[in-house]
């Protein structure tokens, strides 16, 4: 057996060194979005496959058997692509999706379903922190001229695609308290954020919480009808049963 691993979340490093300690064959996938990503224990390709015909022609070069996708809950294309590949290829997939966060008291958050929806509720004088990611900044182009903050793992190599935007650089994990601190010294207004789920990146939205700052909650992308987990120990579960 060899199994792929599509990583680029946390509970894709998890897996990539459980695997690793159980010396099962496999190799892990990096977009290549992270400059420095974490060492995952595993040998790793990285870079995109050059779309569907690319991903095949790696499956049969590799002697892929089985694919664990543990991409982010937003990388609705990569997901919903391997998924129909590899029923077409008859190779065993298993998605690995972690539970969407809820509100607890004192949580203002208001569910948007893009982007783009977020300019109903803000004012044009208020600020606003971004934890969305670099690449849909372009969906909040209509709110040009309001003070909005992305932060982003990796320095930018482009400036900001709007006025009004600023980069702010910060690696998670971040605690609760650094969060507050900053919304506290930044004056934001508004959280925009995706529904990632897990309790690494929940901090921010505990700290908003805390301080009283509302929330847009970006929806999360529909997903293919298949084989899921949520966690990592169904994730090692389901390549142990292979
Ligand atoms: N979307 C987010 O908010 C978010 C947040 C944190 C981390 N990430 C991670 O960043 C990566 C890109 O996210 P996205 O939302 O841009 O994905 P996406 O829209 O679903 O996929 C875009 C393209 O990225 C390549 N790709 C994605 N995951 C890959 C992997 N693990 N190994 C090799 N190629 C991969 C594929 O390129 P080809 O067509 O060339 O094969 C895919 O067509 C994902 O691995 C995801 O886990 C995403």
Known sequence: MTLLLLAGSGEAKQIAQALAQDGTPAIASLAGE??????????????????????????????ITAVLDA????????TTRT???????????????????????????????????????IHSWQTVFLGTGRKTLHRFKNLEGT????RLIDPPTEPFPFEGGEFLIGRPPFSVDREKELFR??????LIVKNAGGDASRTKLTAAGDLGIPVLMIKRP???DTTRVETVADALAWVRAL
């Open 34 to 63: 992270t400059r420095r990503p974490s060492e995952l224990g595993l040998p790793t390709r990285v870079g995109g496959f050059g779309g569907a015909d690319g991903f095949r022609d790696y499956i049969h070069a590799a002697g």
């Open 71 to 78: 991409t982010h809950p937003y990388a609705a294309d990569m």
């Open 83 to 121: 998924a129909r590949l590899c029923a077409e290829l008859s190779i065993p997939y298993c998605h690995v999706l972690r539970p969407p966060w809820t509100p607890e008291p004192g949580d203002d958050w208001t569910e948007i379903a893009r982007e783009e929806d977020a300019k109903t509720y």
């Open 147 to 150: 003070r909005l903050i992305c």
């Open 185 to 190: 010294l930044l004056n934001v207004d508004w």
């Open 222 to 224: 529909a997903m293919p």
